[in-house]
């Protein structure tokens, strides 16, 4: 079992720039690939960015390729998402999660899941 807890998000303006956190409680952390989606209102759940157990590998949308960087620190138990250059498409709640064994993009096919914040980016 793992708990995920996000902190981060806000109101930003075009540009700007935003760090997401993700703190995991319970379980081992380094067991799990972790991703970051979003949701935007009427839109489905899309992954953003994405990271192996290791760091290894790591995947990245297209829409925010060269602008965001997950990353993880197994010693700390949480994983990050910095996001530059924000655009205001990039508005949406963002959600952290967790899944045994490799990424997937599917949202479905990962387990847990931190409480969602709200990132907003003004133009």
């Known amino acids: 079992q793992v708990q995920l807890v996000q902190s981060g998000g806000g109101l930003v303006q075009a540009g700007g720039s935003l760090r997401l956190s993700c703190a995991a409680s319970?379980?081992?952390?380094?067991?799990?690939?972790m991703g970051w989606f979003r949701q935007a209102p009427g839109k489905e759940r899309e992954l953003v960015a994405a990271i192996s157990r290791s760091s290894s590998n790591t995947y990245y949308a297209d829409s925010v390729k060269g602008r965001f960087t997950i990353s993880r620190d197994n010693a700390k138990n949480t994983v990050y998402l910095q996001m530059n250059s924000l655009k205001p498409e990039d508005t949406a709640v963002y959600y952290c999660a967790a899944r045994g064994g490799y990424y997937s993009s599917a949202s479905r096919d990962y387990a847990y899941w931190g409480q969602g914040t709200q990132v907003t980016v003004s133009s």
């Open positions: 319970e379980g081992t952390f380094s067991n799990y690939a």
